[in-house]
Nanobody, 127 residues
Framework: QVQLVESGGGSVQAGGSLRLSCAAFLYTYRNNYVYVGWFRQAPGKEREGVAAIYTGGGSPFYADSVKGRFTISQDSAKNTVYLQMNSLKPEDTAMYYC??????????????????WGQGTQVTVSS
């Protein structure tokens, strides 16, 4: 059983910041490390990977479009993965989802490889 709950979305002006949280209850994987990723989907567009982290450690993964602006991190004690988003742009507007699964590092930003998803949180950036 896996439960993911996102929070922290909202509306902000361009250049502003938001921090998203993903409370990850990974009962199925309680004895394993997994990948937790953040994905986003704008209306009429395909879901895309934004950032991912391996709960067992190592360097995180980022889409080129967010490198240098977004930071993914985890607080293992709180079972929470964060996405700090700075210098937000209107094109960052989307529904943001967190996902978790046991997969290969090369698939960390591939939304088709994740089986467990949260309900999503809306991020709107105005110009």
């Amino acid at each position: 059983q896996v439960q993911l709950v996102e929070s922290g979305g909202g509306s902000v002006q361009a250049g502003g910041s938001l921090r998203l949280s993903c409370a990850a209850f990974l009962y199925t994987y309680r004895n394993n490390y997994v990948y937790v990723g953040w994905f986003r989907q704008a209306p009429g567009k395909e879901r895309e990977g934004v950032a991912a982290i391996y709960t067992g450690g190592g360097s995180p993964f980022y889409a080129d479009s967010v490198k240098g602006r977004f930071t993914i991190s985890q607080d293992s004690a709180k079972n929470t993965v964060y996405l700090q988003m700075n210098s937000l742009k209107p094109e960052d507007t989307a529904m943001y989802y967190c996902a978790a699964d046991l997969l290969r590092s090369r698939d960390a930003l591939s939304h088709t490889k994740y089986n467990y998803w949260g309900q999503g949180t809306q991020v709107t950036v105005s110009s």
